[in-house]
């Protein structure tokens, strides 16, 4: 049997604001298994990076864990104290900011910053701490550590930013890195070398849940991909077959706004209309307002995720009806 490395079951999260209560997440469930690279796609603002932070325990006030539960390698860390949350975080579960130029210290060099994830983790001296970072720097193929060791992170350039921000998240050997967005501004090349670079992680054991809303980049590295949409999950599967013959409406949708090299020029495809206010989400299907086979149960009911084929589930009317066919 497949080990899970992270399973999110019907996870919420609530904004109480002066107009009301936003579900940024609403009742997300999804796995990580063991040695897989899983991907979450969609929209800026569909809740992804939301997500990531409410399974490392770092939703902010006014923003609360209102549902569902978080399990780590079979134990639950939903409503641990923050102080067993702490050890948790850079021993057994890292995270990969959007930004590696915000997220690491402008004052302080790189290798210092890595020293003090190991130490703060691993019992060891400064000398064994800058001895285990070098190594480290070399994993992730940063070249010349010693030398990047002194450098302050304006000094590097993003690529090696990133790999310094990968290298602090791995230092102390995660069960599970969460990757939010970590090819954001890069060019091509240093896309592809970061991508690697986590397929190689994930060789090595480290499991990865993977969030961009890149299509290429879920379709290249990912094993398996949930798709986002206004705060819920609307279509999971193997990442080939749900790129060959994607069930949901959106996820089509997605795909279809993908600018193609192919010879003939196709025009390029939008989903019509713009996603809606969290505050004031359709009283069926969240997509409804902009799905053009809506039906009369879309725009009443709430779809739930089921599963239409083997290992390929989705959040619609519309395709259990196919499926059934």
Do not use: W
């Amino acid at each position: 049997m497949e080990q899970t490395v992270l399973e999110v079951k019907n996870l919420t999260v609530s904004f109480h604001t002066e107009k009301g209560v936003i579900l940024p997440v609403n009742g997300v469930t999804l796995t990580v298994p063991a040695g897989k690279i899983v991907g979450v796609v969609g929209e800026s603002g569909c809740g992804k990076s939301m997500t990531a932070r409410a399974i490392m325990g770092l939703v902010k006030y006014p923003g609360k864990v209102t549902g569902g539960k978080i399990f780590l390698c079979g134990k639950e860390i939903t409503q641990l104290p923050e102080k067993e949350r702490r050890r948790l975080r850079g021993s057994e579960i890292s995270m990969i900011f959007q930004e590696p130029m915000t997220s690491l210290n402008p004052v302080v060099k790189v290798g210092k910053q890595v020293d003090e994830a190991v130490r703060l983790h691993t019992p060891c001296t400064r000398a064994e701490a800058k001895q285990k970072t070098l190594n480290m720097f070399r994993e992730v193929e940063i070249p010349e550590p010693e030398a990047r060791y002194n450098c302050y992170p304006h000094q590097l350039s993003g690529g090696l930013r990133q790999r310094v921000m990968i290298a602090m998240a791995m230092i102390c050997r995660p069960r599970l890195l969460i990757a939010d967005e970590p090819t954001t501004a890069l060019d091509v090349t240093v896309e592809a070398q970061i991508l690697k670079l986590l397929e190689k992680l994930r060789d090595a054991g480290t499991s990865v849940l993977l969030i961009s809303h890149n299509l290429g980049v879920i379709a290249r590295t990912c094993d398996e991909v949930s798709v986002m949409y206004a705060g819920r999950i609307v279509e999971h599967g193997e990442t080939a077959a749900l790129f060959e013959k994607p069930l949901h409406p959106y996820t089509r949708g997605l795909l279809r706004s993908v600018a193609s090299l192919r010879a003939g020029g196709e025009t390029l495809q939008t989903i019509p209309g713009v996603v809606p206010n969290l505050l004031h989400l359709p009283k069926g299907c969240s997509f409804s307002l902009r799905c053009e086979k809506c039906g009369a149960d879309c725009e009443e009911k709430v779809p739930e995720l089921r599963q239409i084929a083997p290992g390929h589930f989705a959040r619609c009317f519309l395709a259990e009806k196919e499926g059934k066919e």
